[in-house]
């Protein structure tokens, strides 16, 4: 069975500070993998994905991610937080043709 | 391009009533799914669509929730009857083609509270 974890329930950080936010997932076979943002009354919202090639890929917003397939893991960066990053973020997986998503990682950026 | 269209955004009803939910996915996209995301949780798969077959229903709780892809454009949800445990948000959502190396796009959801 296919599932989703992420271990870091609430983060809060201050301006300026690095980000790094675990995503870890379990299914054997080969997978699409993303991260999606929901802003405060917002949709949920694409930040990056990977479906296959470079395992380091960018997204919108100076986010990053960096596929670890050893490690099963799919873990979003950014060097620099903002206020305006203050947001849920999901990761998602899918294998076969399911899409799973985490519990959501809530980010509190401090001005 | 327009997005995926949710209506409507807010329903309160009462438990033991039902409701409908509506979705009007990307136009093309030809996968359609309806997450249940409950408060301070992710989004949970309810029912998967390509076209207007199932892909995969096998979340969705059968006795009371029902759902439907007619002629593989709109979709619609219905709970019936309601519980107090369905009081959550229902997320559709579209991809292209059959799903694999695409990605989805979510509407606004329709937030359901059952008092």
């Known amino acids: 069975a296919q599932s989703v974890s992420q271990h870091n329930h609430h983060v809060i950080l201050s301006e300026a500070a690095s980000l790094e936010l675990g995503c870890n997932y379990s299914?054997?076979?080969?997978?699409?993998l993303f991260w999606y943002v929901q802003y405060p009354g917002q949709h949920l919202q694409l930040l990056l994905k990977?479906?296959?090639?470079?395992?380091l890929v960018k997204g919108i917003k100076g986010f990053e991610a960096e596929f670890i397939k050893s490690k099963f893991s799919f873990n979003l960066r950014k060097p620099s937080v903002q206020w305006s990053d203050t947001a849920e973020y999901f990761c998602?997986?899918?294998?076969?043709?399911?899409?799973?998503f985490g519990t959501g990682t809530r980010l509190t950026v401090i001005p | 391009e327009a997005g995926v269209a949710q209506s409507p955004r807010y329903k309160i009803i009462e438990k033991r009533q039902s409701v409908a939910f509506w979705c009007n996915p990307i136009?093309?996209?030809?996968?359609l799914y309806w997450y249940q995301q409950i408060l301070g949780q992710g989004p949970k798969l309810l029912i998967q669509?390509?076209?207007?077959?199932?892909?995969?229903d096998s979340q969705l709780p059968k006795d009371r929730f029902s759902a439907e892809r007619l002629k593989g454009v709109d979709s619609t949800l219905k709970i019936q009857p309601a519980k107090l445990e369905d009081s959550a948000v229902y997320l559709c959502?579209?991809?292209?083609?059959?799903?694999?190396?695409?990605?989805?796009?979510f509407g606004q959801g329709t937030r359901l509270t059952v008092v």
């Open positions: 669509f390509q076209n207007n077959g199932v892909v995969d």
């Open positions: 959502a579209s991809s292209p083609g059959p799903g694999w190396n695409t990605e989805a796009f």
């Open positions: 998602a997986v899918r294998g076969a043709n399911n899409l799973f």
């Open positions: 990977y479906f296959s090639g470079d395992p």
């Open positions: 299914y054997g076979g080969t997978v699409n």
């Open positions: 136009s093309g996209h030809a996968t």
